[in-house]
């Protein structure tokens, strides 16, 4: 009996291990229950940005207080013109129309054609490939100054929502379209909250999901380590976010060794670098310990850029709780129905190609597709360990070493070309930080004689949807007892501009359509009173979009920002 007992235990462990087995080779879930996490996944990004976008950018080395939190609104969800959410869909047309084995080649040319304005890295990476730099040289430090900065983490949910638990495919698709403006930690961000996304699938415990994120990225980056800092100090502090923020902020802003790229990047670095702003998405999912509201708010109120940072905790976080367990105030007012701009989808056309891709995804990856006895689909992951890349960090990259130039044949695909530099004529005109976004390609940066003005700077528009921009960042008003912004406008006898300024990122200030029926002696002057705003980071941003009119050029003269 006991020889018998033993072969009997023996045989059932045995059988209890090859379960195990056929078990950890796929991760099974449901294609319904999969569209419930899918769909929460990018209401709770649209939250999370909507909420935090009245606070973006005005706190910086200091905490947001409670009282300068905005008040949710449910229709915070409808962020449709929101270029924190529209961007990442660029790269979901791409896999959609060339398949989830597109190249790297086909993904530069279609963000290239892209029509919205960007800024930062995203701006840069564009403007290389504009001027035929393909990926993934173009978010080379060796070609860009942006490569540490946020813009991939800010637009890789995309990655995670379409690879249900399998963070190969993140991987694969940071090295395809993350390489477009970013590399090292800024790229390793990317991957990291994809890694989170597809993890939120399958598992509840923040904890666990931050680790699977991690997975995703060189173990010796310092982005991982600030990411594993955060979850060690979160441990030691549970009760106290506000003490894990400084020791943040002492470890990652304040100590020199982890700020090389500041050298390589001062202009952005302050606001956009990677690892500050992914350590402030860890901060709302430990702090906010499963609660949607906390969630957002800690991440909000860790400052920089805290919209996007709520974002993609939100995004995790709702991943994670599925649809269907939200509460109404997060969807009662969306409109589905509302095409997201320069996009081919709605919100429901959105949620159908997410399932579209993630099948394909879920077979190129091993997988299987199969109809259960209960008549559901399901998707059977296969459950491969993730493979992160060599480390990689922008401050000593290693050189690039492959192609770096589009074919002519692929350069035709390419309807833009990269904008002119208007630095050192704006500079010449005596307004030495201003820069200009945006401006087309056939407008040459030089001073033009318009409507009896000398010196005048003159800007076009790439098309009838597209902006340009004068923008002005952080700028010092602390030694005006009053400050105004001065400068006058003009465009074409028959043409017409949408003017607007906003500062430090708010609503517009100002919104006026200029014409000729509004110009004085072919001129509007302007002096706004911005005394209000004073203070040592004031941020300008003075534009034109196009009117109703087929010419849309606008003329500049006397910009400049005086105490009387």
């Not at 931050?210 to 173990?219: F, H, N, S």
């Not at 359509?513 to 004031?538: Q, R, S």
């Amino acid at each position: 009996m006991k020889k018998n007992s033993f072969y009997g235990v023996l045989l059932l462990m045995l059988l209890s291990l090859n379960s195990c087995s056929k078990r950890d080779d796929y991760r099974k879930i449901s294609v319904e229950e999969y569209q419930n996490k899918m769909k929460a996944g990018w209401i709770g990004q649209m939250v999370g940005v909507g909420w935090g976008a009245p606070t973006e950018f005005k706190y910086s080395q200091q905490t947001i207080p409670n009282e300068d939190v905005p008040e949710y609104t449910p229709e915070f969800v409808n962020q449709f013109n929101q270029d924190d959410i529209y961007v990442e869909m660029t790269f979901i047309q791409t896999l959609e129309k060339y398949g989830v084995d597109c190249t790297y080649e086909q993904a530069g040319i279609d963000f290239a054609n892209s029509e919205y304005m960007l800024w930062g890295a995203n701006e840069i990476g564009r403007e290389n490939l504009r001027s035929g730099i393909k990926p993934p040289a173009s978010g080379h430090p060796e070609f860009s100054d942006g490569a540490d900065w946020i813009d991939y983490q800010i637009e890789a949910d995309y990655s995670g929502i379409i690879s249900p638990g399998m963070p190969n495919e993140v991987i694969a698709l940071g090295e395809k379209f993350g390489r477009i403006m970013n590399y090292g930690d800024g790229l390793y961000g990317g991957m990291f909250v994809g890694g989170m996304y597809a993890e939120a699938y399958f598992e509840n415990d923040i904890i666990k999901i931050i680790e699977a994120g991690l997975e995703c990225i060189p173990y010796e980056s310092q982005y991982a380590e600030c990411m594993r800092d955060v979850v060690q100090w979160y441990k030691e502090n549970p009760n106290d976010w506000e003490k894990s923020w400084r020791l943040i902020e002492d470890k990652y802003y304040e100590n020199p060794e982890y700020r090389k790229y500041t050298e390589v990047s001062p202009d952005y670095w302050f606001h956009m670098d990677a690892k500050l702003n992914g350590a402030y998405i860890l901060m709302g999912l430990l702090y906010g310990e499963g609660d949607i509201d906390k969630t957002i708010k800690i991440s909000m109120q860790c400052g920089r850029d805290s919209d996007c940072n709520p974002s993609n905790a939100a995004g995790v976080l709702f991943t994670a709780l599925g649809y269907n367990n939200l509460d109404e105030k997060y969807v009662s007012a969306l409109t589905p129905d509302v095409k997201f701009s320069y996009t081919n989808y709605n919100f429901n056309e959105l949620c159908e190609v997410s399932t579209e891709l993630a099948k394909k995804f879920v077979l190129k990856n091993g997988g299987k597709i199969e109809t259960a006895n209960d008549g559901k689909e399901y998707f059977l992951i296969a459950n491969h360990k993730a493979k992160p890349g060599k480390l990689e960090q922008s401050w000593e990259p290693q050189p690039f070493t492959g192609e770096t130039k589009f074919t002519n044949e692929q350069k035709r695909q390419i309807k833009f070309h990269a904008h002119h530099n208007f630095t050192d004529l704006v500079k010449e005109a005596g307004s030495e930080r201003w820069k200009i976004y945006s401006c087309a390609s056939r407008t040459e940066p030089k001073f033009y004689s318009f409507n009896d003005k000398k010196n005048v700077i003159k800007t076009s528009l790439e098309n009838k949807s597209s902006s340009v921009m004068f923008f002005l960042q952080d700028y010092d008003l602390t030694e005006f007892d009053k400050a105004y912004l001065n400068f006058s406008v003009s465009c074409e006898e028959e043409g017409e501009i949408n003017l607007s300024l906003k500062i430090n990122y708010q609503a517009p200030m100002l919104e006026e359509t200029i014409n000729a029926g509004n110009l004085t002696n072919g001129w509007k002057n302007y002096k706004i009173d911005v005394t209000e705003f004073i203070g040592p980071k004031v941020t300008f941003m003075l534009g034109h979009s196009g009117g109703n009119k087929s010419n849309t050029d606008a003329y500049w003269h006397n910009l400049k920002i005086t105490s009387k």
